[in-house]
């Protein structure tokens, strides 16, 4: 794992209160870069596996709806947890995160993925 993913996933978990896990994903493989996840039940390449499907879904649907437009993010709200699909500037990979929602504080957390969703297309 290169020293970006490294540094990305320690940063995340650091500094995003209530950081349950998270990995990056290219979207037309399904191939997984990196991930962490602080639960031992919580695998995040299998979720990010099945939420492929989802940021897939959604690039159809804006197709067929012959929308000019791209995907910055995606937001899940579970009963207790908030999962968020942020997908990078050139559609090629995005970051699968999962939090704890009476934890997390969504726009430092959005803001935090933001900052690292630019490189990611120059890291990888």
Same mark, same amino acid.
């Given at each position: 794992?290169?020293?970006?993913?490294?540094?990305?996933?320690?940063?995340?978990?650091?500094?995003?209160?209530?950081?349950?896990?998270?990995? $990056?994903?290219?979207? !037309?493989?399904?191939? #997984?870069?990196?991930?962490?996840? *602080?639960?031992?039940?919580?695998?995040? !390449?299998?979720?990010?596996?099945?939420?492929?499907? *989802?940021?897939?879904?959604?690039?159809?649907?804006?197709?067929?709806?012959?929308?000019?437009?791209?995907?910055?993010?995606?937001?899940?709200?579970?009963?207790?947890?908030?999962?968020?699909?942020? $997908? #990078?500037?050139?559609?090629?990979?995005?970051?699968?995160?999962? *939090?704890?929602?009476?934890?997390?504080?969504?726009?430092?957390?959005?803001?935090?993925?933001?900052?690292?969703?630019?490189?990611?297309?120059?890291?990888?």
């Amino acid at each position: 794992m290169s020293d970006f993913l490294q540094n990305f996933q320690n940063d995340l978990k650091e500094n995003v209160h209530g950081f349950i896990a998270v990995s $990056v994903t290219e979207v !037309e493989t399904g191939m #997984s870069y990196c991930s962490l996840s *602080v639960k031992s039940d919580f695998d995040p !390449e299998l979720a990010s596996a099945y939420n492929l499907e *989802v940021v897939k879904a959604k690039l159809n649907a804006i197709k067929a709806l012959g929308l000019d437009q791209k995907i910055n993010d995606i937001l899940i709200t579970l009963t207790d947890q908030i999962h968020i699909i942020d $997908v #990078s500037e050139d559609g090629q990979y995005f970051i699968y995160l999962a *939090v704890d929602a009476k934890k997390a504080n969504l726009g430092l957390t959005r803001a935090t993925l933001a900052k690292f969703k630019k490189d990611i297309i120059t890291k990888l």
